[in-house]
């Protein structure tokens, strides 16, 4: 294989734009040994590649797995602890909310005598708060189009921390396993 033709393949391997085929063809070329030198620094990451190809993590897989569903239990406790810690607490307001209001002299008055009136009033004021509803929804739209816009984007990002919070996982039991 020619020098030229190589590094149009090694800007076609670092652009992700290689076909298998024409990675099999850069890892041969660097294994044959006939490198000139100014491609040396790439017949290491080539031989390095090779080498992580082809060995065998024993027990790694295992290793990655109870580490996964370990974490996944533990955010489902968190949230389950939360959730019970909340719903206790909007539990004990309610019942000493009735105790209170139940133990007063003076219960609940209507601010209305006739039915009639109350109703109107309650129409006028529910009118009223939903034309200002609706002036702040208007001033929102932009914010709702480019929300819209971004959506595809948030997916991506999402997508992209994930994979590197999984990367640092990885990274925290490579470490464990070279200190065992």
Do not use: C
Not at 8 to 20: P, R
Not at 151 to 179: D, I
């Amino acid at each position: 294989m020619e020098l030229t033709e190589v590094k149009i393949l090694l800007q076609k391997f670092f652009d992700a734009q290689t076909s298998e085929e024409e990675e099999k063809q850069l890892a041969d070329f660097f294994r044959a040994g006939q490198v000139p030198e100014e491609l040396k620094v790439y017949q290491q990451f080539f031989d390095a590649t090779e080498e992580l190809s082809t060995t065998k993590f024993y027990g790694f897989e295992e290793e990655v797995m109870s580490h996964i569903l370990e974490s996944e239990h533990r955010e489902k406790s968190k949230y389950r602890w939360m959730w019970q810690t909340v719903t206790s607490a909007a539990a004990i307001l309610i019942i000493a909310l009735l105790v209170v209001n139940y133990n007063q002299e003076k219960r609940w008055q209507d601010t209305y005598d006739d039915p009639e009136i109350a109703y109107q009033e309650a129409t006028k004021a529910l009118q009223y708060m939903a034309g200002k509803y609706q002036k702040g929804m208007v001033k929102l739209q932009p914010m709702a189009k480019l929300e819209k816009a971004s959506a595809p984007l948030q997916t991506g990002l999402g997508l992209v921390n994930k994979g590197f919070e999984e990367m640092n996982e990885l990274k925290k039991l490579n470490q464990k396993s070279k200190k065992e």
